[in-house]
Nanobody, 124 residues
């Protein structure tokens, strides 16, 4: 089992920044990749960013490329999502997720473990 706890959400004005954290515990040695996803009201959950747990590979959704950065601190078993130049359309609940099947994926259904989510609200 892997447990994930997100933190760092909040309310920010357009153009501002936030950093989300996702702390992993449990059988973290089994994690292959960690992803960030988001879900806005009335919309499907969508991919934001993914990082290989051991490092060396990342991928971003086109909508956040150049503005968001995913990083990891292996000593703390924590993955971060630095979000800069935030826009109102970035408003959503943000979830981190862990994938253990050794398949690189941007699809939510591939991810086995999920955090509880953290709200990000960007005002115009």
């Amino acid at each position: 089992q892997v447990q994930l706890v997100e933190s760092g959400g909040g309310l920010v004005q357009a153009g501002g920044s936030l950093r989300l954290s996702c702390a992993a515990s449990g059988r973290t040695f089994s994690i292959y990749a960690m992803g960030w996803f988001r879900q806005a009201p009335g919309k499907e959950r969508e991919f934001v960013a993914v990082s290989k747990w051991s490092g060396g590979r990342t991928e971003y959704a086109d909508s956040v490329k150049g503005r968001f950065t995913i990083s990891r601190d292996s000593a703390k078993n924590t993955v971060y999502l630095q979000m800069n130049s935030l826009k109102p359309e970035d408003t959503a609940i943000y979830y981190c997720a862990a994938e253990r099947t050794l398949s690189w994926s941007t699809t939510p259904g591939t991810y086995e473990y999920w955090g509880q989510g953290t709200q990000v609200t960007v005002s115009s």
